[in-house]
């Protein structure tokens, strides 16, 4: 679990992160969403893995026929309720990413965003497994991260952020290859194709690799056969 998204980018002070984003920035959200909503249907069961103040959720609502949420920050929680309005088709819960309280095949469609990958500071494999077990045969497991050369814009957002006190002051001497370092310990890397596609071969699937924008990369885990996922999936464990 990453403290940080607990405690200091958490609720409010994680919404300044996104509403102070440069243009590039934007443009490069906007395209992620609009690929996951190419890929969702009408009336799929739709989870995001570390959902935050609803960003993501808000559109979502308007295709999936029922939306679920979890964060580990109650109080960015409580601001997602309040941001995507009083659906009752939306479900946010208070949960960790790895140890997910729902039953095998429980959804369409399995999305963790913006880099997860590497900010949620979880072991990646049990992450991988655990968004897996929840997707039913026939749906999709999401995950995004950077692409390598979208690296100028990565690091003015940070640096805003920084100047706004919202994470700490960039240590220039250790930021660098991909990874932006913070003073605080605070740090945002990112994963490549080379290392997703690793990371997936003890479970018996090859993903689907997409880059969007030149700014991000999307890995699409298409979940097929239930039996031999589970096998792999308790392999793994």
């Given at each position: 679990?990453?403290a940080?998204y607990?405690t200091r980018?958490?609720g409010k002070?994680?919404?300044q992160?996104?509403e102070?984003?440069?243009?590039r920035?934007?443009?490069h959200?906007s395209?992620e969403?609009?690929?996951?909503?190419e890929?969702?249907?009408e009336?799929?069961a739709?989870?995001?893995?570390g959902c935050?103040?609803g960003?993501v959720?808000?559109?979502?609502?308007?295709?999936?026929?029922t939306?679920g949420?979890?964060?580990?920050?109650a109080?960015s929680?409580?601001?997602?309720?309040?941001y995507?309005g009083?659906?009752?088709?939306?479900?946010?819960?208070?949960m960790?990413?790895?140890?997910?309280?729902f039953?095998?095949?429980?959804?369409?469609?399995?999305?963790?965003?913006?880099?997860?990958?590497?900010?949620f500071r979880?072991?990646?494999?049990r992450?991988?497994?655990?968004?897996?077990r929840?997707?039913r045969?026939?749906?999709?497991?999401?995950?995004?991260?950077?692409?390598?050369d979208?690296?100028?814009?990565?690091l003015?957002?940070m640096?805003?952020?920084?100047r706004?006190?919202?994470?700490?002051e960039?240590?220039?001497?250790?930021?660098?290859?991909?990874t932006i370092?913070?003073?605080?310990?605070?740090?945002?890397?990112?994963?490549t194709?080379?290392?997703f596609?690793?990371?997936?071969?003890?479970?018996?699937?090859?993903?689907?690799?997409?880059?969007?924008d030149?700014?991000?990369?999307i890995?699409?885990?298409?979940i097929?056969?239930?039996?031999i996922q589970?096998s792999?999936?308790?392999?793994?464990?």
């Amino acid at each position: 679990m990453n403290a940080y998204y607990l405690t200091r980018l958490s609720g409010k002070r994680l919404q300044q992160v996104y509403e102070l984003a440069p243009e590039r920035i934007r443009k490069h959200l906007s395209a992620e969403i609009r690929y996951v909503m190419e890929r969702i249907h009408e009336g799929d069961a739709v989870l995001e893995l570390g959902c935050g103040y609803g960003r993501v959720l808000k559109p979502l609502l308007g295709k999936a026929g029922t939306v679920g949420g979890i964060d580990i920050s109650a109080d960015s929680l409580a601001l997602a309720r309040e941001y995507v309005g009083d659906h009752v088709n939306c479900h946010l819960f208070k949960m960790n990413a790895v140890t997910l309280g729902f039953a095998d095949g429980q959804f369409d469609v399995v999305l963790c965003l913006e880099n997860g990958l590497s900010t949620f500071r979880v072991n990646k494999r049990r992450l991988v497994r655990e968004a897996m077990r929840v997707t039913r045969p026939g749906g999709v497991v999401i995950f995004s991260t950077y692409a390598k050369d979208f690296w100028e814009p990565r690091l003015e957002w940070m640096e805003l952020q920084a100047r706004r006190g919202l994470v700490g002051e960039i240590d220039q001497e250790r930021t660098g290859s991909g990874t932006i370092m913070c003073k605080d310990g605070h740090r945002i890397g990112l994963v490549t194709p080379e290392d997703f596609i690793y990371l997936l071969a003890e479970f018996n699937t090859v993903p689907r690799v997409v880059e969007v924008d030149s700014s991000g990369v999307i890995f699409e885990i298409h979940i097929r056969n239930r039996a031999i996922q589970l096998s792999s999936l308790k392999a793994s464990a």
